[in-house]
């Protein structure tokens, strides 16, 4: 192992396949990236081609091994991490895929989960995956393409294989055309039982998707085999498979029990560490798989704010408030405060820890005074108001705070959003050296995996604080701010109620 000095991470996400380089002590030293075309068939429908898949993921590899300048055979291992819930669904003797990728964010199979939900299915759902009833998990998608291409029969006789993207990947990119996920994308199946670590019986039973088509799950870090010689040249171990929030919470070094990460994008994402025991939320969370170590689980609270980055895209694009989403820390600045303002950007309606699908975005406390600064900081601390949500339910559920949040994502670059942040949490906000813990988490759980690593305490060692944003907010003035908020939320509720 003594020439092995890198890392490799593909991070295959829903607009683009990346593929980042780190050196074992985490430090990221190349990346390269290609987008690839939405397709969006109907109203509501978005899929994705696995060829675009396939060819962008290999083509960011070879990019960024030849950007790092380093030879393929310094590669100690590659890790695999990967927009979640995305389902597949190819021939196992060519590997053809039979019908285009359904994106996670399809809503096509919403009448499936209606019917599922009708017949009662919902407590066994939840109790048994930690889930929710919803199209945007994987199971109701396999079923969909089942019955649209009649394929049951194929099915039964093995002659068909469904995978999420990283067990795509895997079959199309690793030797012998392994057929494998790991747990933390089993778990976004809504067929997978976190309590056994099996596929489920009863839950295969209730969408009638034959077993004979699943992967074999396995552990988050462990080699499945070795990358084609022919994509660079090299035998080098893939040894990791990841859904990416799992993977961000990895890289954070997440791993203590109660310890959270949030990553601002379009949306939010975030994860709480919930410990080596199965519970569920009581605060309309999720709870999902962190990751499988050694055949052992780690469990995580989930909670996702459904417009984050994108109330910023918002002002830009539809209220032309700002030119661009860099702008609005320096506009938002210009002003102390929001002067009574508030956003609630539930455009999509609210997520956790609300779940209510009919309300919609409300400005409130606008005065004569109210100008263009006052709504663009009122959007900027509309996020921080809603990771606070989750936080708070973390902590319910947990029983206890987190000391801290760890941060990543776009907006986590907003330094007056991670100051406001930390304000509102009352505990510090700490972003790290390396944003990119997505990948970062994928390629420490690889290293992990071949040795490189011997604990997860010599992988925490990658993870490095560059900014610690302290709370300085007084008591009174966040409590204050919080009741404000809270009312807010309140009337956006009534009025959803009001007009459902």
């Known amino acids: 192992m003594m020439n092995k000095r890198y890392l490799v991470a593909l991070d295959q996400g829903t607009t683009s396949s990346r593929a980042v380089v780190f050196t074992l002590e985490g430090h990221m030293i190349a990346a390269a990236a290609?987008?690839?075309?939405?397709?969006?068939?109907?109203?509501?429908?978005?899929?994705?081609?696995?060829?675009?898949?396939?060819?962008?993921?290999?083509?960011?590899?070879?990019a960024a091994v030849r950007k790092a300048e380093i030879a393929p055979e310094e590669i100690a291992a590659v890790g695999i991490t990967n927009q979640r819930e995305t389902a597949f669904l190819w021939e196992r003797e060519t590997g053809q895929c039979l019908y285009n990728a359904i994106v996670w964010q399809c809503r096509r199979t919403a009448p499936i989960i209606e019917e599922l939900t009708q017949k009662g299915y919902g407590d066994t759902i939840r109790e048994k995956t930690g889930l929710v009833p919803d199209a945007y998990f994987s199971g109701s998608k396999i079923k969909w393409m089942l019955d649209e291409m009649n394929l049951r029969g194929r099915a039964r006789k093995g002659e068909i294989c469904f995978g999420t993207v990283d067990s795509f990947l895997a079959w199309h990119l690793v030797e012998g055309h392994p057929h494998v996920t790991d747990a933390t994308n089993a778990g976004r199946t809504m067929l997978f039982n976190l309590h056994t670590q099996e596929w489920d019986e009863e839950l295969l039973a209730m969408l009638d998707i034959p077993r004979e088509i699943l992967p074999r799950v396995v552990d988050t870090a462990q080699v499945i085999g070795f990358l084609r010689e022919d994509l660079l040249g090299a035998k080098i171990p893939v040894a990791a498979l990841v859904g990416d929030q799992h993977a961000a919470l990895f890289g954070q070094a997440c791993f203590e029990e109660g310890m959270v990460k949030n990553t601002y994008g379009t949306g939010c994402f975030m994860l709480m560490n919930a410990g080596e025991t199965f519970r569920l939320s009581r605060c309309g969370l999720l709870t999902t798989m962190a990751w499988r170590l050694n055949g052992k689980p780690t469990y995580a609270f989930e909670g996702s704010v459904f417009v984050g980055g994108a109330a910023i895209q918002w002002l830009r694009d539809e209220m032309k408030l700002i030119q661009t989403a860099a702008e609005s820390e320096a506009v938002a600045a210009s002003v102390p405060d929001t002067g009574g303002v508030y956003l609630v950007p539930a455009f999509t309606g609210l997520g956790a820890p609300y779940w209510n699908m009919y309300t919609r975005g409300t400005l409130v406390g606008m005065t004569r005074g109210t100008g263009r600064a006052h709504i663009v900081r009122a959007a900027l601390e509309s996020i921080a108001f809603q990771s606070r949500d989750l936080f708070s339910a973390m902590a319910q559920d947990c029983g206890k705070h987190s000391p801290a949040l760890r941060v990543d994502g776009g907006a986590s670059a907003n330094q007056l959003l991670m100051q406001f942040q930390a304000d509102l949490l009352g505990v510090p906000v700490q972003r790290p050296a390396v944003l990119e813990t997505t990948a970062l988490g994928a390629a420490l759980l690889s290293g992990l995996a071949v040795g490189i690593y011997p604990d997860l305490k010599a992988t925490a060692a990658g993870w490095h604080v560059a900014d610690t944003f302290a709370p300085r907010m007084e008591e009174a003035r966040r409590e204050e701010l919080l009741t404000g908020w809270r009312r807010a939320v309140d009337g956006a509720l009534h009025w959803a109620e009001s007009n459902k």
């Open 34 to 62: 290609q987008e690839f075309p939405q397709h969006y068939p109907h109203p509501g429908w978005v899929e994705h081609d696995p060829a675009d898949i396939l060819y962008t993921q290999i083509e960011a590899l070879r």
